[in-house]
């Protein structure tokens, strides 16, 4: 644990709902993002980095955020986690429990892409039914893609196929993510450009 402030699930739930937003609310839901537990206090993602930063990292208070169900705790709890910490197991639990895809992206970006089971779970999520398993697996690709400059094409490669594969979901929370990964995969190296520009092209 490295720690800032420290503060327990009660004073952090405190402090958001003190900062609670009717009209953030109503923005955010204009854009999809809605929690289907209605659990959402309309606070912006600078406030909640600021309090990130102020809390450090703790894996015990992210799973407490977690399990609370509010919106923004999860989004705090993305950035407060610690990646060498979490399980494959967590990391499961955590997707099925996405419900909208501001909180899917934000998770795989800040934190499942940074541990070392991320890759494994890219074809496991892909194959999922569930809308937001599914973004989540090519959300994560696109994170990886940023994030992990150690990994080799081919991996990449293989996500490719994955992209090809469900390019025709006609979700729009899927389609979107496909997108983005197919995108974010072309602008690693220039090999995979020209790779992912083919299939584009297969594609359109």
Same mark, same amino acid.
């Given at each position: 644990?490295?720690?800032?402030?420290?503060?327990?699930?009660?004073?952090?739930?405190?402090?958001?709902?003190?900062?609670?937003?009717?009209?953030? *609310?109503?923005?955010?839901?204009?854009?999809?993002? +809605?929690?289907?537990?209605?659990? &959402? $206090?309309?606070?912006?993602?600078? =406030?909640? /980095?600021?309090?990130?930063?102020? &809390?450090?990292?703790?894996?015990?208070?992210? =799973?407490?955020?977690?399990?609370?169900?509010?919106?923004?705790?999860?989004?705090?709890?993305? $950035? !407060?986690?610690?990646? =060498?910490?979490?399980?494959?197991? *967590?990391?499961?639990?955590?997707?099925?429990? $996405?419900?909208?895809?501001?909180?899917? @992206?934000?998770?795989?970006?800040?934190?499942?892409?940074?541990?070392?089971?991320?890759?494994?779970?890219?074809?496991?999520?892909?194959?999922?039914? @569930?809308?937001?398993?599914?973004?989540?697996? $090519?959300?994560?690709?696109?994170?990886?893609?940023?994030?992990?400059? %150690?990994?080799?094409?081919?991996?990449?490669?293989?996500?490719?196929?994955?992209?090809?594969?469900?390019?025709? @979901?006609?979700?729009?929370? !899927?389609?979107?993510? +496909?997108?983005?990964?197919?995108?974010?995969?072309?602008? /690693? %190296? /220039?090999?995979?450009?020209?790779?992912?520009?083919?299939?584009?092209?297969?594609?359109?």
């Amino acid at each position: 644990m490295t720690s800032g402030v420290t503060m327990s699930v009660e004073e952090i739930l405190a402090w958001m709902r003190a900062r609670e937003s009717r009209r953030n *609310q109503a923005g955010m839901a204009r854009y999809g993002i +809605v929690a289907a537990n209605g659990k &959402v $206090f309309g606070i912006t993602m600078a =406030a909640l /980095r600021g309090l990130a930063r102020d &809390v450090g990292r703790d894996h015990a208070l992210a =799973a407490a955020l977690w399990r609370s169900g509010w919106h923004e705790a999860r989004l705090l709890a993305a $950035f !407060v986690d610690e990646p =060498a910490r979490v399980t494959v197991a *967590q990391m499961d639990r955590w997707t099925r429990d $996405f419900d909208n895809w501001a909180v899917c @992206d934000s998770t795989c970006i800040h934190l499942l892409s940074r541990t070392p089971h991320a890759w494994g779970r890219v074809r496991a999520w892909a194959a999922s039914p @569930d809308e937001f398993v599914r973004r989540a697996a $090519f959300a994560l690709v696109a994170a990886l893609a940023v994030h992990d400059r %150690s990994d080799s094409d081919m991996k990449f490669r293989s996500a490719l196929r994955l992209v090809e594969r469900h390019a025709a @979901d006609p979700r729009n929370f !899927v389609k979107k993510a +496909v997108s983005w990964a197919l995108r974010a995969t072309g602008n /690693r %190296s /220039r090999a995979l450009h020209a790779d992912a520009l083919a299939l584009a092209t297969r594609l359109a």
